[in-house]
């Protein structure tokens, strides 16, 4: 939150500069005697600023025609040749240009069906010859992230008072149960299963936050993608045992990374444990590692589980977004685990990638610098899959 606090208020120090500026021409203006203006009527010091300016900056004249307007303004569609041709812009500056009063306003402007983008506007006139400078700076990223962070506040209250709450009911019932052994072991056991999932949810908590933060999690070595599969693998059979899922290894064998082998491990045992509760019983997941090209190696996990929505897929890696929310608390989810697999892959130079078809299933892809193929790399033979993911 730090950066967005910096970024605005180095926004709203460049519109305050430019601003002020502009006031100063006005002041100049209106004594008698002023110099011609440059630039096709914009005053030389103006047109200086707008032509290093990264924000929108517009000036018009009295007949509403653009003289001077920011590489960014035409790039964000607020001017068409010589007009503006955002109705709020314009009827901002006719309002200024009438009384001279200075405007401030948060507009959005949209396009077609894009989607709208938000801008900081403020319009002020320039001297006594009807010119009117308009600078908006666009606030999609800053609202965006504050969305998000208002999210993240409200996500995390609820996941954590979930629990906690359900700790406290459960312990007052054991204790007016105390008189019955049979009620006090049911009640134990989902007291045991609520701080499992309590303890689940801060520990990746504190995972996303140190890889968020950059904080370095283990010092980098050489790592063999084929000992981070089967530690994973290893790690989630117990969890596929119940629902007799098959859980096979496939693909190219000797293929290495430099890195982080446990947050390795952690990511890719998400992907597992995710295709696991998604998928019904007696199904396979089948985990893969290729040579992508020369300089990256891939591990995928691919299931025959239920799918993913289309409209889902592009939001999948944010923090506790859940495609279904009441499925995913059944499957004890903390609706973190493909947010750290995004995480790590960004740590270690990668990437993560998602194919889905709803009621087919899904293939999760995180792809890695290489390090080094060994001598002996080879192919094992890959297990019967569903079907080839699309490249």
Not at 26 to 45: D, I
Not at 138 to 148: C, N
Request: hydrophobic letters at 45%; proline letters at 4%.
């Amino acid at each position: 939150m730090e950066v967005v606090a910096t970024l605005a208020g180095a926004a709203g120090l460049v519109t305050g500069l430019v601003t002020a500026l502009a006031v100063r021409v006005s002041e100049r203006a209106q004594r008698p005697a002023a110099a011609p203006a440059q630039g096709g009527g914009v005053p030389a010091g103006v047109a200086s600023v707008l032509s290093v300016l990264r924000s929108s900056a517009v000036v018009v004249d009295r007949e509403d025609r653009v003289l001077r307007a920011s590489s960014a303004a035409r790039a964000f569609g607020l001017v068409s040749g010589d007009r503006l041709v955002v109705d709020a812009l314009l009827a901002m500056a006719r309002l200024v240009r009438r009384d001279g009063e200075i405007r401030e306003e948060e507009i959005e402007v949209i396009h077609g069906r894009r989607e709208g983008r938000w801008f900081a506007v403020r319009v002020a006139p320039m001297g006594t010859n009807g010119l009117v400078l308009v600078l908006a700076e666009d606030l999609t990223e800053l609202r965006r992230v504050e969305a998000i962070r208002r999210d993240f506040v409200a996500n995390v209250s609820h996941e954590l008072k979930t629990p906690v709450g359900a700790l406290s009911l459960l312990a007052e019932t054991i204790e007016d149960a105390s008189d019955d052994p049979e009620a006090v072991r049911r009640f134990a056991k989902r007291m045991q299963h609520e701080s499992v999932r309590l303890t689940n949810v801060v520990q990746d908590l504190i995972t996303l936050s140190r890889l968020q933060g950059g904080e370095p999690v283990a010092e980098p070595k050489v790592v063999s993608l084929d000992d981070v599969v089967h530690e994973a693998v290893d790690r989630c059979r117990l969890k596929a045992e119940p629902k007799d899922i098959t859980l096979a290894i496939g693909g190219r064998e000797g293929l290495n990374v430099h890195g982080d082998e446990e947050l390795l491990i952690t990511a890719v045992r998400n992907f597992i444990d995710n295709a696991v509760a998604y998928s019904p019983e007696h199904t396979r997941v089948v985990v893969c590692t290729r040579l992508a090209d020369e300089r990256h190696a891939e591990i995928s996990v691919t299931d025959q589980g239920i799918g993913i929505p289309e409209a889902d897929l592009q939001r999948i890696f944010e923090r506790f977004y859940r495609v279904d929310p009441a499925r995913s608390r059944q499957t004890g989810g903390t609706g973190l685990g493909l947010a750290i697999v995004k995480h790590a892959a960004t740590r270690h130079r990668g990437e993560v990638n998602v194919w889905s078809k709803e009621g087919s299933g899904s293939t999760f892809t995180i792809r890695l610098p290489l390090l080094t193929t060994s001598a002996t790399a080879k192919e094992i033979p890959e297990p019967a899959t569903v079907r080839e993911a699309p490249q």
